[in-house]
């Protein structure tokens, strides 16, 4: 399959600092990504769909403001959690689209996930 | 109602047998269905697609579609204690929406 790479993987911040995930897809291009959050035991999360060029769409209850999401290239989206606080301690995972896949279908491939951890 | 919607388990089989997991979804207009496995900690890894009636089959996994019943299924023969982990249905309605998962059914493979 298609792979994805996120960066960092995992990181601890302090409260009201801002923090960047990265979000690549390394052996093909990805005209929209996706960013999901994951609480420990609990279902994934969706946050927002990211469209190269455009501006991000984001689900009801996120913060736009908050997590700031660019999709500047087919290969790179960025998540910014802006004035981090403890509750946004989380699993962050990312998704690629391919969309004209090797399988032959539009086929959605997680990154690794980055852990986020806010004292 | 939930979109997709999955038995959260744990479903528990012993090694050697086979794991039957099942998904049923409510948009009939849903036209690719996908199956990701994730293991504690990590994220989700695709296993298979299907977006066809019937079975499709892929080493010791095999994808069942039933669109009539909106449901979908996936089994595992000749379980291993590393099939241990949570198995995500995923589906998709035509064009390019949205991905929807299910939460999710833990599998248990008992030694």
């Known amino acids: 399959g298609a792979v994805v790479s996120q960066h960092p993987s995992w990181v601890i911040c302090k409260s009201g600092t801002s923090v960047k995930i990265e979000c690549r897809s390394l052996d093909f291009q990805a005209t929209t990504m996706f960013w999901y959050r994951q609480f420990p035991k609990q279902s994934l999360m969706l946050m927002a769909t990211s469209n190269e060029g455009s501006k991000a769409t984001y689900e009801q209850g996120v913060e736009k403001d908050k997590f700031l999401i660019n999709h500047a290239s087919l290969t790179l989206s960025t998540l910014t959690v802006t004035s981090a606080h403890p509750e946004d301690s989380s699993f962050y995972i990312c998704s690629a689209r391919e969309l004209v896949g090797r399988d032959s279908t539009d086929t959605q491939y997680f990154g690794p996930g980055t852990r986020l951890t806010v004292l | 109602q939930k979109e997709v919607e999955q038995n959260s388990g744990p479903l528990s089989v012993p090694e050697g047998a086979i794991a039957s997991l099942n998904c049923t979804y409510s948009d009939r207009g849903s036209q690719s269905f996908f199956w990701y496995r994730q293991y504690s900690g990590k994220s989700p890894e695709l296993i298979m697609f299907?977006?066809?009636?019937g079975d499709k089959e892929d080493g010791r996994f095999t994808a069942q579609l039933n669109k009539a019943s909106q449901y979908v299924s996936l089994l595992i023969r000749d379980s291993q204690p590393s099939d241990s982990a949570t198995y995500l249905c995923a589906v998709r309605s035509g064009g390019y929406q949205k991905v929807t998962f299910g939460t999710g059914t833990k599998l248990q493979v008992i030694p």
């Open positions: 299907i977006y066809s009636n």
